[in-house]
């Protein structure tokens, strides 16, 4: 099964003014959705009013001090997360590839905002790509550890908040990121490619690919992760690489399609390290066969297709009449993370355009007419009183525990159709935790409706400091996470930069071999999503 979160498998085991940077042409999107319609751009199309523009600014200006602040002045590696003024900052002590990386793509964005100038830019990632260089990382795949040190650069043996021993582990997903945000500088600063290059080329993710995974179909998946020495939890010994000492595998690979993780795999296959037609291996849903996956959220509908030669379950969930291909949790970043740098829904109009758009609108329907919080956008995040959750719309996630979407914890069952009886089709639901950076990513499908959404939360709920928005807020109550961590904030500065900002991101990623690798593999499915 997927790894639940992007923090699951851890701890043991600043400016020249911008001209028409936020402009584009107005566009309105429609209420029904189709392949056709999906498919359309809000990257290249939407455009705000002057004092709409001048807010977003703001909202760019102050989420980058906020990344800022999270940065080490001397190594240039970005806290996990701060709390505390940003002139004095409390950072995490410890950050992991995905939060370097996330702070390599967002000084792209704000030197494209006219945020910073252009040499400061370069300054700050030839820094921060000149500590990656000296970094311990596994040398046979060029893989970075999990967690380092941000004030160091050393790789992490001790947690830093309660001394826990900290076994280091090389994470598939999150090397996605990084790589994925070296692929982004090499095509985006000059001064910087060669060593972006560098370091991106020479991580191979076909240490992670088994072959074997699924003995009835000709397709291989990734692991989770490795280990290069022996931890004292369960793994298991191997070498696909085929280079280098044997490494310890976790036990789960990463088995589903509507997941962050597919970064990684877009990466793998675009180089040729794994074989295209592992994209058609993982679950679109669990099959829908007798009883035997009952446990899942619901019972899918859909047909099987052939792509590649792998045999394929388009099955899809029901949720206020729409059919949506499910998350593991029901979560915006699940879904839509990974389309920040490919542009899923254009490249693939049967498949992504039409899911994307129904996956904001059941998050939108959730917040605002199935559970009434007034608010949506859920997504793992900062819990409002402390620590860290996963939230979520349960119906549209394929785990029965769920992504929640509020702090009571409340489940949605509606059954599995002659197998198991529904407990609670019809839940009453709490106090909603909506999460800002959720509605950044939703803006690439609903613009209009995620930044009414999110004025709507800074002006009612107050959720808003001088680093830009806070983590989450559960809306009943008013109860605000006052904590900034670096990946949510590097996601509302990759969504501003793509929606507002000509499509920064992903015209620095999708090209190349990204583009002609990928696009025509996405572009044959027909996922089984719709409207009822």
Not at 14 to 34: D, E, K, M, Q, W
Not at 216 to 242: Q, S
Not at 313 to 320: C, K, Q, W
Request: glycine content about 12%; proline content about 6%; overall charge neutral.
């Amino acid at each position: 099964m997927t790894l639940l979160t992007r923090r699951s498998l851890l701890i043991g085991g600043a400016a020249v003014a911008a001209t028409g940077a936020l402009g584009g042409t107005a566009h309105a999107f429609p209420s029904t959705v189709n392949a056709a319609t999906a498919n359309r751009s809000a990257a290249s199309s939407f455009a705000l009013p002057a004092p709409s523009r001048r807010m977003v600014r703001r909202w760019a200006r102050d989420t980058w001090a906020s990344l800022v602040a999270m940065t080490d002045p001397h190594t240039g590696l970005t806290a996990d997360n701060i709390d505390g003024p940003l002139g004095a900052p409390n950072r995490s002590g410890y950050t992991s590839p995905t939060n370097i990386g996330g702070y390599l793509w967002s000084a792209i964005v704000a030197r494209d905002l006219g945020l910073i100038s252009r040499s400061e830019c370069s300054g700050r990632l030839d820094q921060t790509l000149g500590t990656l260089s000296t970094m311990r990382h596994h040398t046979p795949s060029g893989m970075f550890y999990n967690w380092y040190d941000e004030a160091t650069g050393e790789v992490l043996t001790t947690w830093p908040t309660d001394g826990n021993t900290v076994h280091p582990f090389l994470s598939s997903v999150d090397n996605g990121w990084l790589a994925a945000a070296l692929m982004v500088v090499q095509n985006a600063d000059r001064s910087n490619a060669r060593l972006a290059q560098q370091l991106s080329d020479r991580m191979n993710f076909a240490a992670y690919y088994n072959p074997t995974v699924r003995p009835d179909l000709p397709v291989g998946l990734l692991r989770g992760g490795f280990w290069d020495t022996k931890p004292p939890n369960e793994a298991v010994e191997g070498n696909y690489l085929g280079a280098g000492p044997n490494v310890w595998y976790t036990l789960n690979h990463y088995d589903t399609t509507i997941s962050e993780t597919r970064i990684a795999s877009y990466i793998a296959i675009a180089r040729g390290q794994v074989p295209a037609n592992h994209y058609f291996g993982t679950w679109r849903t669990f099959p829908d066969v007798a009883c035997d996956w009952q446990w899942q959220e619901q019972r899918p509908i859909g047909t099987t297709r052939n792509y590649l030669g792998v045999d394929v379950f388009e099955g899809a969930y029901t949720y206020r009449g729409m059919r949506i291909v499910p998350g593991w949790g029901g979560s915006m970043f699940e879904a839509l993370m990974p389309a920040m740098f490919v542009p899923e829904a254009r490249w693939a109009p049967r498949s992504w355009g039409i899911n994307q758009k129904l996956t904001v609108r059941a998050h939108r329907e959730h917040g605002l007419d199935d559970a009434k919080y007034g608010f949506w956008g859920f997504s793992p995040a900062s819990q409002p009183g402390g620590g860290y959750r996963e939230y979520g719309v349960d119906a549209i996630g394929l785990n029965p525990d769920g992504y929640l979407s509020d702090v009571e914890g409340t489940k949605y069952d509606a059954g599995y159709d002659g197998c198991r009886p529904a407990t609670n089709p019809t839940p009453a639901y709490g106090d909603g935790v909506v999460t800002p950076h959720a509605l950044f990513l939703a803006m690439h499908q609903e613009p209009r409706e995620a930044y009414d959404n999110l004025v709507k939360l800074d002006r009612e709920l107050g959720v808003y400091g001088e680093g830009g928005f806070f983590d989450s807020v559960a809306v009943k109550s008013g109860t605000i996470a006052k904590r900034y961590l670096s990946l949510d904030q590097a996601m509302v500065m990759g969504s501003i930069g793509n929606v507002f900002g000509g499509g920064v991101i992903r015209n620095a990623f999708a090209t190349g071999e990204v583009r002609r690798t990928i696009k025509p593999l996405i572009a044959m499915e027909q996922f089984g999503s719709g409207l009822v």
